[in-house]
């Protein structure tokens, strides 16, 4: 079911004008995710709806795997909040990825295939995107910083960090081993650029909001060493402590200007409790 808004309302008053419905049914199609508000994930029941925004109706998809949580989706792109454990794409083990789980989810209704537009390290957690269509993804891979205007992390690091904010910039390499490093040799590695600025000290924990210029493999890991400090968790890149059970890294904004739609979209991904818990 689909509706374009002709007065402004609520998402409750309209349905309940429309359908009939009670809060008990409207609340229980926000909790399976099936309502759309110009193609974003209706929350609550209050949610303000305005003239010309299209509200949608999606089929209760009761076999949708448990892993799977969509931020935004439309014709032509899908955003998931990925969480830590998981792969993004398949490397040389035969572990499930995210990019099965989107892909049976989407094949299950649009009988499409997706594909891969940026990655998050295994135990990296939040938003992760795919494009619906070969054309979109070399879109907006060819062009990723005329479309993706801002990709942010929380990043929880090990001791306190002097300054309050700055940005590191060095050229990374890989070697043999697949362990990423810092070079100043422009020939020898990629330009990375990252921009950090201190949240909050917790129990000699740093919180760091981190945003991203470029988009190399272990960027922020290896950024943060050159820091002097380490992501909490992070093993393979010196740190100390594991308080979580998993890497203190979570992608929690992205906003990209839509390759068709030319619309500014803002997706958001909260924090996971685990990472509260300091």
Known sequence: MKWIIKQETNLFLFLEKTNGWSKTKVKSLLRYHAILIDHHLARHLEEPLKIGQVLEIKKKETDRDSRLHV??????????????????????????????????????????????????????????MFAKDAKIKYKMQDHWNDYVTLRSYVAIVEDKIASKE????????????????????????????????????????????ITLETGRKNQIRVHMQELGTHIAGDKKYGARTNPFKRLGLHANKLIFVHPVTKRQITLESSLPKVLKKI
């Not at 931020?71 to 499930?96: F, M, T």
């Not at 995210?98 to 094949?107: G, L, P």
């Not at 890989?174 to 040799?185: A, D, G, L, R």
């Open 71 to 128: 931020l935004y989706e439309d014709d032509y792109l899908i955003a998931v909040d990925k969480p830590a454990g998981i792969l993004s794409v398949r490397d040389d083990s035969k572990e499930e990825t995210m990019y099965q789980i989107v892909s049976r989810y989407i094949k299950q209704k649009e009988h499409k295939k997706i594909f891969v537009l940026h990655r998050l390290d295994k135990e990296t957690s939040g938003i992760l």
């Open 166 to 209: 700055g940005t590191i910039q060095t050229y990374l390499k890989e070697n043999h081993h697949y362990h990423v490093y810092s070079t100043k040799n422009a020939k020898e590695g990629k330009l990375a650029i990252t921009h950090y600025r201190k949240q909050k000290e917790e129990k000699g924990y740093t919180w760091l909001e």
